[in-house]
């Protein structure tokens, strides 16, 4: 993982980019789904655990819709690059 990875989550109220050096939970290449619990932190998800989230206590659950394409080696050779992933809102909680 690059220092300058980050994921741009895309919600209702707007956009905001956070660095992937922030969320300890997550690693690159991003997960598909992400989900937000009650105090903030952001965990990777399985399409499967998004079926059966009626059980989890999710405050929202974001889906990756985009991702840069360049790989750890190619982030080496291009220091002054950022890659990142948008995410956009799924759904609430059920």
Not at 19 to 28: N, R, T
């Amino acid at each position: 993982m690059a220092s300058s990875d980050f994921i741009r989550v895309h919600m209702m109220v707007g956009s905001v980019n956070i660095a992937l050096e922030a969320l300890p939970e997550l690693s690159w290449p991003p997960p598909e789904y992400i989900y937000s619990t009650a105090d903030g932190r952001f965990e990777p998800m399985t399409r499967a655990e998004i079926d059966d989230c009626g059980r989890q206590k999710l405050e929202f659950v974001l889906k990756r819709m985009t991702m840069s394409a360049l790989s750890d080696e190619d982030m080496e050779q291009l220091p002054n690059i950022a890659r990142g992933a948008e995410y956009r809102y799924l759904k609430n909680r059920t």
